[in-house]
């Protein structure tokens, strides 16, 4: 069985609960690792540097884009985010399954590098929920809150170019439900070259036996 990992591609609606989600699949399951972007954006209370984000300056960050040590990038609300690029593949050829949470347009550029990649897209059950939670954790602004309202809505054009919706209600629930979908997408084709491979190669054989 092949052992290498499965890149999963996690985005959604700012407000959506991504983060959540994604530290309650890390909780409950081993084989999971956080890929942690860098971004120019300020640190939010809390936040460490290296654990939740790489935080940089723009013009550190544009020497890494130029040096091509990013797997995607992308600017979001004035900031720059990316995917530092070495710590990803040493975690994928390890076998883990490496989580980026990022925004659709990085998301697309991943699944165009790396078409064996599984896309996620995390949306509450409706709009008003989502304005809901964004005006509950009161760390914006009204107008900010609004400018996040706008970008959900054309970010839901691009949705239907990734794999799997997944709908975040029940936490638990949603968790349990990316696990199954990761666990399906192993069994993939195009994830299971070597096994094919193995078995065209072995049956090869048999046939040329019989011809000979």
């Known amino acids: 069985m092949e ?45 460490r540097d290296g654990v939740e984000y790489f935080f940089t300056d723009r013009a550190h960050f544009e020497e890494t884009i130029a040096r091509g040590g990013l ?5 979001y609300c004035g900031n720059y985010y990316g995917t530092p690029k070495v710590w990803v593949e040493e975690q994928l050829s390890a076998g883990r399954n490496v989580i980026l949470e ?14 064996e990649s599984l896309l996620l897209f995390v949306t509450p059950p409706s709009a008003a929920e989502l304005e809901r939670r964004l005006t509950e954790r009161k760390t914006e602004s009204a107008e900010v809150i609004a400018k996040r309202l ?4 054309e970010e839901s054009e691009g949705v239907e170019a ?9 936490l638990e629930e949603c968790a ?15 994830r299971r070259k070597e096994l094919i491979g193995e078995i065209r190669e072995e049956l090869n054989r048999f046939a040329k036996g019989v011809q000979d």
């Open 150 to 153: 706008a970008r959900a809505a």
């Open 3 to 47: 052992k290498k990992g499965i890149l999963i591609v996690i985005s959604g609606f700012s407000g959506a609960g991504k983060g959540t989600l994604v530290r309650e699949l890390l909780r409950r399951y081993d084989e999971y690792a956080l890929s942690v972007s860098m971004t120019t954006r300020e640190p939010r209370a809390g936040e």
């Open 102 to 115: 990022i925004e659709i347009q990085g998301a697309l550029e991943i699944k165009e590098k790396f078409p």
């Open 71 to 75: 797997l995607e990038y992308a600017g």
């Open 176 to 190: 349990e439900e990316i696990h199954m979908l990761v666990d399906a997408a192993r069994r993939a084709p195009v």
């Open 162 to 170: 990734y794999d799997y919706i997944v709908v975040n209600d029940i």
